[in-house]
């Protein structure tokens, strides 16, 4: 299983569970061999440490430490463990100040993006069977460009999507949204901003239409939230995206193991208060073993990653992730500037974090297959084929090797050295 495809037939010569037991120095210098089999941080920094900070950083070894700690916990029992529920209690207020997100939002921790929005629909979806109770076969309107867990949730549900063709500029088309909308539709969607472009779609006007249509509206700022936040203490000015600031926004996903730097997995899942927030919860209590509470939609829930996230918020403050934030728009400047003096490249105007080049008169896959075969690992966007990089306050020393990389690759494949064959293979 994997970005790329499903999962490939592995086999292997002999048996790989062993009769018995190993070493402690054993096992782990085994361990280390494969950890080194992958692209070392400063090479694959694009798509395997992609907003998970640099390895080396202080803030990186408080993560581990807090989540080597908390690794045996588990928050499913928190109510009978006073300091997971501090834990727990302390990462959500923290979330709501660093957001700045009014009091009376509620919050819940999942294990990442897909679940908070696996979340966000189920929430919408139990409103409307309390509210729309006439709605038998539900729909969602979302933009073409939201992110794919949406249909993931929708396939798993039976709950019809309409993914609707984005405007000129590729945000969303709020009035060919509208035209989507039938008597069968619960929800609509906007990204802040949208994982294939890095553009924000104008929320305002989403939830504008969803509050003249009577619908729930969410908020995916899984990529975004915890970096703009940042960002905009520095001045940048984004568009109006957040839960509370916007009246229509039912509810907002924002994930801390992207740009709030906490281990995988986790994420929230805002709700604008207690009555919205009620749609999300249940507790079944069918079964031998009496009530069964859980936070969302996992069972056992690692408090590795809550302690992760605490010891993250906690090392960094907010002066710490105002400075990463100053060393992400550097670092996305410096990218900007090397892309570009590479002849044929051309960065695209993107919102925040997610970085997008073309590369003129070369072919896409060829340059792409070029940069795995050095393992500097890009994402491909496909409409148009453009490269996408997920910036990080990363050193001078992943930008620059990763241009290197790029104007050797681009020669490559200029001469005809370097072609898209091998990456055929992964996809
Ligand atoms: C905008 C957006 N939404 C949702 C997700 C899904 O997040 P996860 O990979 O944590 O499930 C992503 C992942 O990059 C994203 O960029």
């Given at each position: 299983m994997g970005y790329f495809g499903e999962g490939q037939d592995v086999t292997f010569d002999g048996p790989v569970f062993p009769t018995r037991g190993g070493t402690v120095e054993g096992v782990l210098a085994a361990l280390d061999e494969v950890y080194g089999m992958d692209a070392d941080?400063?090479?694959?920094?694009?798509?395997?440490?992609?907003?998970?900070?640099?390895?080396?950083?202080?803030?990186?070894e408080v993560?581990?430490?807090?989540?080597?700690?908390?690794?045996?916990?588990?928050?499913?029992?928190?109510?009978?463990?006073?300091?997971?529920?501090?834990?727990?209690?302390?990462?959500?207020?923290?979330a709501i100040?660093?957001?700045?997100?009014?009091?009376?939002?509620?919050?819940?921790?999942?294990?990442?993006?897909?679940?908070?929005?696996?979340?966000?629909?189920n929430?919408?979806?139990?409103?409307?069977?309390?509210?729309?109770?006439?709605?038998?076969?539900?729909?969602?309107?979302?933009?073409?460009?939201?992110?794919?867990?949406?249909?993931?949730?929708?396939?798993?549900?039976?709950?019809?999507?309409?993914?609707?063709?984005?405007?000129?500029?590729?945000?969303?088309?709020?009035?060919?949204?509208?035209?989507?909308?039938?008597?069968?539709t619960i929800m609509l969607a906007g990204s802040a901003p949208c994982w294939p472009y890095g553009l924000y779609d104008p929320i305002e006007s989403i939830a504008a239409l969803a509050e003249k249509r009577g619908l729930w509206m969410h908020v995916d700022a899984c990529i975004g939230g915890y970096q703009a936040a940042f960002v905009e203490k520095l001045g940048v000015k984004l568009p109006n995206?957040?839960?509370?600031?916007?009246?229509?926004?039912?509810?907002?996903?924002?994930?801390?193991?992207?740009?709030?730097?906490?281990?995988?997995?986790?994420?929230?899942?805002?709700?604008?208060?207690?009555?919205?927030?009620?749609?999300?919860?249940?507790?079944?209590?069918?079964?031998?073993?009496?009530?069964?509470?859980?936070?969302?939609?996992?069972?056992?829930?690692?408090?590795?990653?809550?302690?992760?996230?605490?010891?993250?918020?906690?090392?960094?403050?907010?002066?710490?992730?105002?400075?990463?934030?100053?060393?992400?728009?550097?670092?996305?400047?410096?990218?900007?500037?090397g892309i570009n003096s590479v002849d044929g490249m051309r960065c695209w105007d993107t919102d925040l974090c997610v970085l997008l080049f073309e590369t003129g008169a070369l072919d896409t896959l060829a340059v792409m297959a070029g940069l795995f075969e050095r393992q500097s690992f890009v994402f491909p966007i496909y409409q148009p084929m453009l490269i996408q990089v997920a910036v990080d306050p990363v050193s001078v020393e992943v930008t620059?090797?990763?241009?290197?990389?790029?104007?050797?690759?681009?020669?490559g494949v200029r001469e005809g050295k370097i072609t898209s064959e091998p990456l055929m293979k992964l996809m």
């Open positions: 941080p400063v090479r694959g920094h694009v798509m395997f440490y992609a907003t998970t900070l640099m390895e080396g950083h202080p803030a990186t993560c581990r430490r807090a989540y080597a700690k908390y690794m045996k916990k588990n928050m499913l029992v928190r109510e009978i463990a006073p300091g997971l529920q501090r834990l727990e209690q302390e990462v959500k207020r923290m100040e660093l957001l700045g997100l009014p009091d009376g939002t509620r919050v819940n921790m999942t294990s990442g993006g897909s679940e908070s929005l696996y979340c966000g629909i929430a919408a979806y139990q409103w409307a069977k309390d509210v729309k109770p006439e709605i038998t076969q539900p729909e969602i309107v979302i933009p073409y460009s939201a992110h794919a867990a949406f249909s993931k949730w929708c396939h798993y549900t039976g709950i019809k999507i309409k993914r609707v063709p984005l405007g000129p500029g590729y945000r969303a088309n709020v009035e060919a949204m509208e035209e989507a909308i039938t008597p069968n995206w957040r839960i509370g600031q916007i009246p229509g926004v039912c509810s907002m996903s924002a994930d801390l193991h992207k740009h709030a730097y906490a281990a995988k997995p986790l994420s929230t899942i805002f709700f604008k208060n207690k009555e919205l927030q009620k749609y999300h919860w249940f507790h079944p209590a069918d079964w031998p073993s009496g009530p069964y509470a859980t936070e969302a939609l996992m069972g056992s829930f690692p408090a590795s990653s809550v302690a992760s996230a605490w010891a993250v918020m906690k090392y960094l403050g907010e002066e710490g992730y105002i400075e990463l934030a100053k060393a992400t728009l550097e670092a996305r400047k410096r990218y900007v500037e620059d090797t990763f241009v290197r990389t790029l104007r050797e690759v681009a020669q």
